[in-house]
């Protein structure tokens, strides 16, 4: 995209003043042009992702902090948010697959936390209503925290003295605050205050020259191929469910060895078969293996292979990169109170019950 001519191109004519030179004005309505189709599909970021039901409190933010990355509530002591979703990966794990107590393979890849409150539903499959119904549910997930049963997990909460106080506060209406809901809250307050805005932000607040010329290239064919029909709004995506394979089997692309039918599995319906949840691009540079399976490890084979079995297109190298180059421009700053763990309630850990049984056990 031709960006703005220098001052020195304009044209001085005898009256002293400048006009601008043809080319100067056509690269000024360009620009515009493009922003105003931006702001169309997109939106900057909001400054936190609180809403009515889910506030934003100092104390709800400062407990689910803590919670996020204390692992003493899971199963066999070793699993915590953190876990698989690390700051110094962008909110990600790197792996294809998670890890999960005494080492259970989940069975999709950890997505992203950053942002992650803006999406309409939590989970590949939508199986979670939000990132406090996720939190919540992870305490009992076999390959999340394992734990049996809620009262399990909270018993372990109750253990750690110093959290009696901090729910307390957190939760001042509640009679009994430690709970499986407010736990979920909790992680949720804090998680709502992970966004990460970027150059993006400011080229959508009316700032053209906040990406440059090869990223303004990279958005135009991004929006020239159709990509915002699905990735939109101020995720850029997140926002809708979508069959993963519209024009070809998904799998052929990326070489999965496993086929997995998506929300088919949650509700059992044809139109759902292998369909997933759009995933937000937001910090998409940084946050490989790409798809539900992390079965794609780079981001320019990730963008090939969306043209080719969503749209039906075969991209040319200089249009897979200039696309490449646009999605950079959505990394964004990591939240200081993620890439600094907290100091947790001084507690040891203490097992509730007997460790699974294992193979190993019983020979």
């Given amino acids: ?55 934003i409190t ?11 990355f204390d692992p003493r509530i899971s199963a066999d002591g070793t699993v915590n948010c953190a876990r698989c979703h690390q700051s110094a990966l962008y909110g990600t794990d790197g792996l294809a697959k998670p890890h ?17 409150a803006l999406q309409f539903k939590a989970h590949w499959r939508g199986d979670r209503d939000d990132v406090e119904d996720q939190a919540k549910q992870a305490l009992v997930g076999p390959p999340s925290f394992g734990n049996p049963d ?7 909460l109750n253990s750690i003295r110093g959290y009696a106080e901090m729910f307390r506060k957190a939760f001042p209406g ?33 700032d053209p020259q906040a990406l440059t010329a090869a990223e303004q290239q990279g958005l135009r064919t991004f929006i020239n191929i159709g990509c915002p029909t699905c990735h939109n709004g101020p995720g850029v995506g997140g926002g809708t469910f979508q069959k993963f394979g519209v024009v070809e089997d998904y799998w052929t692309a990326t070489g999965s060895k496993q086929v997995d039918k998506g929300r088919f599995d949650v509700t059992h319906q ?33 963008v090939g292979i969306m043209a080719r079995v969503q749209l039906g297109k075969s991209l040319t190298d200089e249009e897979t990169n200039q696309i490449v180059a646009f999605l950079h421009s959505l990394t964004g700053k990591l939240p ?4 600094n763990a907290p100091v947790l309630p001084a507690s040891g850990f203490e097992t509730t019950g007997s460790a699974p049984t294992t193979p190993q056990q019983n020979q």
């Fill in 100 to 116: 999960g107590s005494h080492d259970r393979l989940n069975p999709r890849n950890a997505p992203t936390v950053l942002n992650a």
């Fill in 1 to 55: 995209m031709t960006r703005w001519m220098s001052v020195a191109s304009a044209t001085v004519i005898a009256t002293g003043m400048c006009v601008q030179h043809p080319a100067w004005t056509r690269a000024a309505g360009a620009d515009s042009e493009l922003l105003a189709e931006a702001q169309n599909f997109f939106k900057p970021l909001p400054q936190d992702m609180a809403t009515p039901e889910f506030p």
């Fill in 270 to 302: 044809q139109a759902d078969m292998y369909v997933f949840k759009v995933p937000v691009l937001r910090n998409v540079a940084m946050t490989p293996p790409y798809f539900h399976d992390g079965s794609v490890g780079t981001l320019p084979q990730a």
């Fill in 174 to 206: 509640d009679e009994n605050p430690i709970t499986p809901e407010n736990w979920g809250r909790a992680i949720g307050a804090y998680e709502r205050t992970m966004v990460t805005p970027s150059r993006f932000d400011l080229y959508l607040a009316g």
């Fill in 336 to 339: 200081d109170n993620f890439v």
């Fill in 58 to 68: 100092p104390e709800r933010v400062d407990l689910g902090r803590k919670l996020f």
């Fill in 150 to 156: 809620y009262a399990s997990a909270m018993s372990k």
